[in-house]
Every structure is written in structure tokens, then in C-alpha cells.
């Protein structure tokens, strides 16, 4: 079964930059639409950011965008979320997650279209 793996986490001050990056074995992910959620302690997983097989489509939680930047590298099976002008808010457990289906761009905000997801990296803001 294809896996997900998340790194880049770490504490950070705010004001300052992290780059996460989620790596896939086992299958390609190429075709499909991948995205970022976070979780904190406390909360439900919330979507964080989306990107469809191409590239050329993104969405952005309202609380991220201008801020994060998502992207993705087909050729090596990889996801990347450069995060600038880190918050406190932002704390949390990031997860990577693949779309259910390939060559779609369905409701890429939402959890339940997504059916593989790694293990999370902690990201951690200071002040």
C-alpha cells in the first residue's frame, strides 16, 4: 500500500520560515491531487492548503493564504509547503494526504476526499 511521510517540522520563532515536504512510496501520486492539513491539540484536522496533479491549480485556508505556498514535483513523487511569517496559530501537526481518486479536482478542501495521509510532522511556533 502506498505510503506518505512528512518532514521539515521543527520550532520555529514567529515571524520565521519552515519547508515541509511529504515523500510517496509505494504508488505513484502523480495524477492525483494532494494537500496539507494540520491538527492541534484540542481541534479537528482542518485543510491547510491543495494542489491538483498539474500544478496548476491551488487552494489556500483563508487563514494561510499570502502566506504559505504550496507545490509539488511529480518526478519525485514529493509535496512540498513553504510556510513564511509563521504565527503561534500556526502550531500544530501537519499531515500530508492524497486524493481518493486521480485526474479530478473535487472538493479538494475536504477531508473525506482523501484516503492516504503520513504520519505528520510537528510544527511548533514560539511567541
Known amino acids: 500500500q502506498a505510503q506518505l511521510v512528512e518532514f521539515g517540522g521543527g520550532l520555529v520563532q514567529a515571524g520565521g520560515s519552515l519547508r515541509l515536504s511529504c515523500v510517496a512510496s509505494?504508488?505513484?501520486?502523480?495524477?492525483?491531487?494532494m494537500g496539507w492539513f494540520r491538527q492541534a491539540p484540542g481541534k479537528e484536522r482542518e485543510f491547510v492548503a491543495a494542489?491538483?496533479?498539474?500544478?496548476?491549480?491551488?487552494v489556500y485556508a483563508d487563514s494561510v493564504k499570502g502566506r504559505f505556498t504550496i507545490s509539488r514535483d511529480n518526478a519525485k513523487n514529493s509535496m512540498y509547503l513553504q510556510m513564511n511569517n509563521l504565527k503561534a496559530e500556526d502550531t500544530a501537526v501537519y499531515y500530508c494526504?492524497?486524493?481518493?481518486?486521480?485526474?479530478?479536482?473535487?472538493?479538494?478542501?475536504?477531508?473525506?476526499?482523501?484516503?492516504?495521509w503520513g504520519q505528520g510532522t510537528q510544527v511548533t511556533v514560539s511567541s
Open positions: 494526504a492524497a486524493d481518493k481518486f486521480p485526474d479530478r479536482w473535487l472538493g479538494p478542501t475536504e477531508l473525506r476526499e482523501y484516503d492516504s
Open positions: 509505494g504508488r505513484t501520486f502523480s495524477s492525483y491531487t
Open positions: 494542489i491538483s496533479w498539474r500544478g496548476g491549480s491551488t
